[in-house]
T-cell receptor, first 112, second 110 residues
Framework: EAQVTQNPRYLITVTGKKLTVTCSQN?????MSWYRQDPGLGLRQIYY???????DKGDVPEGYKVSRKEKRNFPLILESPSPNQTSLYFC???????????FGPGTRLTVT | KNEVEQSPQNLTAQEGEFITINCSYS?????LHWLQQHPGGGIVSLFM???GKKKHGRLIATINIQEKHSSLHITASHPRDSAVYIC????????????FGAGTRLTVKP
C-alpha cells in the first residue's frame, strides 16, 4: 500500500530535550516536505527536499533541522525544543513539485 | 494579508445541498491544490489544478488564473463530506513552496 508514515504519532517532551520525528514514504517520490499546523495559523511549511541531499527552508524553519540521506526518509529534528514548537506536524511527499501530495497521519507534539 | 484567502470560514449545509467553497490568491502560481482534512486530522489531496476544471465523483474544482480564484463545489452533499477543506498554492516564483489558506469547516447535517 502506498503510504507516508510518521513516528511517533504522539509525543510529550520537555524543553531542550532533542527529538526526531521520522517520516518515510514507499512511493519512490523525489519531493518531501514538513508542515506544522496551529489553530488560527493553519498549515505552514517548515522544510522541503527536492531529492536526496537537496533541502531548503520553507516558511517557518527556525528551530528545526532536516536531512535527506535516503530517498524514502526525511526526518525532522528539533535540537532544543521549546513550548512554541507544540504543534501538529505533517510530512508529505510527491513525485515532484508541484504535484499531488500524499500526507502522513500527523504527529502531535507537546513541549512543556 | 494572507497570500491565500478562503471563504467562508465555516459552512453548515443540509444533506443534499450544493456547496461552494471559494479560494482567492494574490501570487502567480504553478498549481493550486484542494485538500480535505477529516475530524481525525488526516489530510487527503482532492485536486491539483493549474487551469480549467476537474471532477471527481461529486466534487468539482475550477480555477480562473486571470482572476486568481478557484472554487470547490460539492454536489448532493452528504454528512460524510463534513471536514475542513483547505486551499493551497504552489507559487510560480518557487513551486517547491506551499502556501495554505486557513481552511473552510464544512458541516453537513442529515
Amino acid at each position: 500500500e502506498a503510504q507516508v508514515t510518521q513516528n511517533p504519532r504522539y509525543l510529550i517532551t520537555v524543553t531542550g530535550k532533542k527529538l526526531t520525528v521520522t517520516c518515510s514514504q514507499n512511493m519512490n517520490h523525489e519531493y518531501m516536505s514538513w508542515y506544522r499546523q496551529d489553530p488560527g495559523l493553519g498549515l505552514r511549511q517548515i522544510y522541503y527536499s527536492m531529492n536526496v541531499e537537496v533541502t531548503d527552508k520553507g516558511d517557518v524553519p527556525e528551530g528545526y533541522k532536516v536531512s535527506r540521506k535516503e530517498k524514502r526518509n526525511f526526518p525532522l529534528i528539533l535540537e532544543s525544543p521549546s513550548p512554541n514548537q507544540t504543534s501538529l506536524y505533517f510530512c508529505a511527499s510527491s513525485v515532484q513539485s508541484p504535484y499531488e501530495q500524499y500526507f502522513g497521519p500527523g504527529t502531535r507534539l507537546t513541549v512543556t | 494579508k494572507n497570500e491565500v484567502e478562503q471563504s467562508p470560514q465555516n459552512l453548515t449545509a443540509q444533506e443534499g445541498e450544493f456547496i461552494t467553497i471559494n479560494c482567492s490568491y494574490s501570487v502567480g502560481i504553478s498549481a493550486l491544490h484542494w485538500l480535505q482534512q477529516h475530524p481525525g486530522g488526516g489530510i487527503v489531496s482532492l485536486f491539483m489544478l493549474s487551469s480549467g476544471k476537474k471532477k471527481h465523483g461529486r466534487l468539482i474544482a475550477t480555477i480562473n488564473i486571470q482572476e486568481k480564484h478557484s472554487s470547490l463545489h460539492i454536489t448532493a452533499s452528504h454528512p460524510r463530506d463534513s471536514a475542513v477543506y483547505i486551499c493551497a498554492v504552489s507559487p510560480y516564483r518557487n513551486n517547491n513552496d506551499m502556501r495554505f489558506g486557513a481552511g473552510t469547516r464544512l458541516t453537513v447535517k442529515p
